[in-house]
């Protein structure tokens, strides 16, 4: 199974380099309201319990996604730099947004989900999405070894792990997430951490490049000089429907300037 990774073009410039990817602490994530929902009182202080203090620092969490085409994922989370094009009139030089890189990986050959090594894998990371805040006690809701500093995953709290790291708000919906969470209390490289080269199998250059000869060459050699193994894809306009279809680098490079 590949999964996919958005960023932005200062942090695809070094995972090609050295093949890292961040396992982010919950509290540096853009939703404030993570971790929450491991509390369904009402009138729970999630925020000044020491048990979410516990998990928000000993745990990182490695946000995937399943569609390497989503507009808005595009926009929200792969800026980078428009390349600059004498070629063409251009009207949106300045605008940042679907300038970065998006990478396929392949969770099995990265290890991402070995029950091992995974406090929770990729199979059992698909984030739940809810319209209001679970509300019920869970299973082993008052047996707190759920949360014991362990790094292997266990089946008996997996309803526990959803409802700490994979409950969230619907209106996040849109980028059908998957969570990989690891034990970074012993890692000895931190929350960054290395995966062998072959296990990225694809890599997706934004549409706000698409159509610049010079940059597509730029991004194809120091791609290939790192992952040699990728396959290249180009982000394109749909021409139905409002999102967005690939094509190869070879046939963006065939039509562009």
């Known amino acids: ?22 396992f982010s602490r919950a509290a ?5 309201f993570e971790l929450s ?3 369904y009182q009402k009138n729970a202080t999630w925020s000044n319990d020491d048990r979410y203090e516990a998990v928000a620092l000993f745990y990182g969490i490695l946000s995937l996604t399943r569609n ?7 926009a929200h989370y ?22 970065g890189l998006v990478f396929g990986i392949d969770v ?27 509300i019920n006690p869970f299973e082993n809701s008052d047996n707190w070894n759920a949360l014991q500093i362990d790094f292997k995953f266990n089946p008996d709290y997996l309803e526990a792990l959803q409802r ?3 409950y969230k708000s619907s209106h996040w919906s849109y980028e059908e997430e998957v969570r990989v969470v690891r034990n970074m ?37 120091k791609i290939k000089k790192y992952l040699p193994d990728c396959i290249i894809y180009v982000c394109d306009y749909d021409p139905a429907e409002w999102t967005l279809k690939k094509i190869t680098i070879e046939q963006a490079l065939e039509r562009s300037n």
């Open 28 to 32: 540096s994530l853009n939703d404030p």
């Open 164 to 166: 700490i790291f994979l």
């Open 108 to 134: 099995e050959q990265a290890q991402l989900n070995s029950l091992d090594l995974n406090y929770l894998p990729a199979k059992y990371g698909s984030v739940i999405y809810t319209s209001t805040k679970p």
């Open 68 to 74: 390497p085409l989503n507009p808005l994922m595009w």
């Open 185 to 221: 209390l012993y890692s000895a490289s931190g929350e960054i951490v290395s995966f062998d080269r072959s296990s990225f199998k694809e890599v997706y250059i934004g549409i706000r490049n698409a159509k610049d000869k010079k940059y597509l060459n730029s991004m194809r050699r």
């Open 1 to 22: 199974m590949i999964l996919y990774k958005y960023t932005d073009i200062k942090t695809a410039n070094l995972i090609l380099k050295n093949a890292t990817l961040k």
């Open 78 to 99: 792969a800026k980078g730099k428009k390349a600059p094009n004498n070629d063409i009139l251009c009207l949106d030089y300045d605008n940042n947004s679907h300038a």
């Open 37 to 39: 929902g491991m509390h």
